[in-house]
């Protein structure tokens, strides 16, 4: 079942990109024929699982190998870590080290807060008990 699925996927896939495609093709004459730039062509490597973009040029997205921790995505993270969240589950793929620096800040961020909040209850009872032992 999940072959027919598969291959049902496949047929649609080459339907739209208007060049139907051997059945024992490779992944770089798939993306070839969606209109891809192999690696030859200068366009890095073949990406044949994402295919062409919405407006029919080749996918452009960065290769991995451009991803690095960054402290600055981890700092915006700390201070907005519902924002960080969203953020890491968008690019978690994409930018895997990026992803990684942006869970740390928020984790970090969600403890400081935590923490800060706590601090606060504790000196908001300890002065409520003690106005009530000097009245």
Request: net charge negative; glycine share 8%; proline share 2%.
């Amino acid at each position: 079942m999940a072959e027919d699925k598969k291959a049902a996927e496949e047929e649609l896939s080459a339907a739209d990109s208007g060049d139907i495609a051997e059945e024992g093709a490779s992944a770089e004459e798939k993306a070839e024929a969606c209109g891809n730039l192999s690696a030859d062509e200068g366009g890095g490597s073949v990406r044949a699982e994402f295919g062409v973009s919405s407006d029919g040029t080749a996918d452009v997205r960065p290769r991995f190998g451009e991803d690095k921790y960054s402290f600055l995505w981890g700092l915006l993270s700390f201070f907005a870590p519902v924002v960080a969240f969203a953020l890491r589950n968008l690019w978690r793929r994409s930018y895997p080290m990026r992803a990684k620096s942006m869970l740390i800040g928020s984790i970090l961020g969600i403890v400081f807060y935590i923490a800060l909040f706590v601090t606060a209850i504790a000196l908001i009872v300890t002065r409520v008990i003690l106005s009530k032992r000097f009245m």
